[in-house]
């Protein structure tokens, strides 16, 4: 996202509606207030074939929150961004109410529900937590809470979580928690985006955005994971990447699960793996995290986009006080004060377009970020397309309001891979400025195919017309029946392989389209 001049964020979905708790699948230790808190005691799920230990999760349809409250009701924070099946996190929590609980849900499909209850704490007793700091130098917000229980992970299934603190008040919060693959050999891998949650994160005042004053120029430098998220705690995650997981896990087809910041720590998750799902909005990339996903297309992993703003930002990744990774870094349009620059002149924490060491997404996604915002239709350009099989358009149609926030189009004028076919192409005005919104697909030498949406509520349009939370910005049912389809052509043709091998060649239509 481009920095709004007011230097807010977007906000996230409201109404999440009151769900009675059925607590059918609650394996927690009842009453136990223990600093040590175990997971259900199932086997691993790598003993089990992909999918095997999600059909052992029983569907929660409670999950969601009914109170979130004050601020200050309740709200916490965990010290891993993600975890493998078995190893331990912990809670860091602060809550008005004299007691909590957390449950632990696992979003997939489950009939419907969405979520299923993998493990409930007992009663543990709170209190109201404070100490946070601001650095003066970046202006990074830590909380620095002291940890409020431990939680074993043994038994839990690979997948995207929300843990929910449930305050005795009756108020409630999430904290995500992705328990990540060790391996994606021939699974599709979706991939979270926790760099950009964070970035836009306000708690504690600041943000990649702004700061306490609301303004551009007091916003954070480098942002910490070591304090809870704003609004429901998982704004982000709910909005730009829920739906997407519920509807691949529908499919039954074999999945792996891991973030941004993992995929940068150790890549060889990718190895193997069928396609990489990147989300509704995955915006923060380090360099590394681009290398490695881009020798992963190289190799014949199929990559689909499904939103826009893709790998917009360069960031660099840097320890927290116990010295594993905790801080995003990104100075924008001030990475000429970053002191890390003088001995790394290339390493610039700002766009990837911009210099020192420029190096557009488009490379890499086919198509480039252009704008924020903007409302528009979507336009059907080549309804034979394969990406299209099944949902009965003709070219000229329109879905209201799919293309926004924010937009990508195919451009010349920046490094492009050839052939590129744009299977949609909608006008639109952004800031009184005419231009088009691309979804477009290419393939690599090594038969990888690529799929980018070029709009950022590509996700958001999964739930469009449904009362499921969200932002659907008046889409409807037709737009929600679309999207489902397309979303599950590309992740159904993509998970056999090299779309190359099975799906017909892009027809290189951008000349005829933009006239160069």
């Known amino acids: 996202m481009t920095d709004n001049p007011d230097g807010r964020a977007r906000q996230g979905p409201g109404g999440l509606r009151r769900r009675r708790l059925l607590g059918a699948a609650a394996a927690g230790a009842a009453g136990m207030t223990a600093a040590v808190l175990s997971g259900c005691d199932r086997a691993a799920p790598s003993a089990h074939p992909p999918g095997a230990a999600r059909r052992s999760v029983a569907a929660e349809p409670g999950w969601q929150i009914a109170s979130a409250g004050p601020a200050d009701a309740v709200q916490g924070y965990a010290d891993r961004i993600s975890v493998r099946p078995g190893e331990e996190f ?96 021939g699974r599709t891998l979706l991939v979270h985006a926790p760099a950009t949650w964070q970035a836009y994160n306000r708690w504690g005042g600041y943000s990649l955005y702004a700061g306490a004053d609301g303004s551009y120029a007091s916003r954070s430098l480098a942002v910490s994971f070591d304090r809870p998220y704003d609004g429901t705690g998982a704004e982000k995650f709910l909005v730009y990447e829920r739906a997407a997981v519920v509807l691949a896990e529908r499919l039954g087809i074999p999945l792996a699960y891991t973030t941004g910041v993992d995929v940068h720590l150790d890549p060889r998750v990718l190895r193997g793996a069928r396609t990489v799902v990147t989300l509704g909005h995955d915006e923060y990339w380090t360099p590394e995290q681009r290398r490695y996903v881009t020798a992963a297309r190289d190799a014949g992993t199929n990559l689909a986009f499904l939103g826009a703003n893709t790998c917009f930002r360069r960031i660099r990744l840097e320890p927290g006080p116990r010295g594993d990774i905790r801080t995003v870094v990104c100075y924008k349009t001030d990475y000429r004060l970053d002191p890390y620059l003088e001995r790394h002149p290339t390493m610039a924490t700002t766009d990837f377009r911009a210099g020192p060491g420029a190096d557009p997404e488009s490379s890499l996604t086919g198509v480039i970020y252009e704008g924020f915002p903007t409302d528009a239709p979507y336009r059907v350009e080549n309804a034979g397309h394969w990406v299209f099989r099944g949902t009965g358009v003709r070219k000229g149609d329109r879905f209201a309001h ?51 949406t070029g709009t950022m509520r590509w996700v958001e349009g999964l739930m469009a017309g449904t009362a499921e939370g969200g932002r659907d910005h008046s889409m409807d049912t037709r737009t929600r029946q679309f999207v489902t389809k397309v979303t599950q052509n590309v992740l159904n043709g993509f998970a056999t392989g090299p779309a190359r091998r099975s799906r017909p060649a892009p027809r290189d239509n951008v000349s005829r389209i933009y006239g160069s």
């Open 90 to 185: 912990g809670l860091s929590v602060s809550t008005t109410a004299p007691n909590f609980r957390v449950s632990a849900f696992r979003v997939g499909w489950y009939g419907g529900a969405q979520a299923g209850l993998v493990w409930r704490s007992g009663r543990i007793s709170g209190r109201i937590q404070s100490g946070s700091k601001v650095s003066r130098d970046t202006r990074t917000v830590r909380a620095g809470w002291e940890r409020s229980l431990t939680v074993n992970t043994q038994g839990w299934p690979e997948g995207a979580y929300l843990l929910r603190l449930d305050a005795d008040s009756g108020h409630q919060r999430y904290v995500p928690l992705i328990v990540r693959s060790a391996t994606a050999v």
């Open 402 to 452: 799919l293309v926004g926030v924010e937009y990508d189009r195919v451009d010349p004028g920046f490094p492009t891979p050839a052939p590129i076919e744009i299977v949609a192409h909608s006008p639109l005005v952004c800031k009184g400025r005419h231009s088009h919104s691309d979804s477009a697909y290419y393939t690599a030498p090594s038969g990888a195919g690529v799929f980018a």
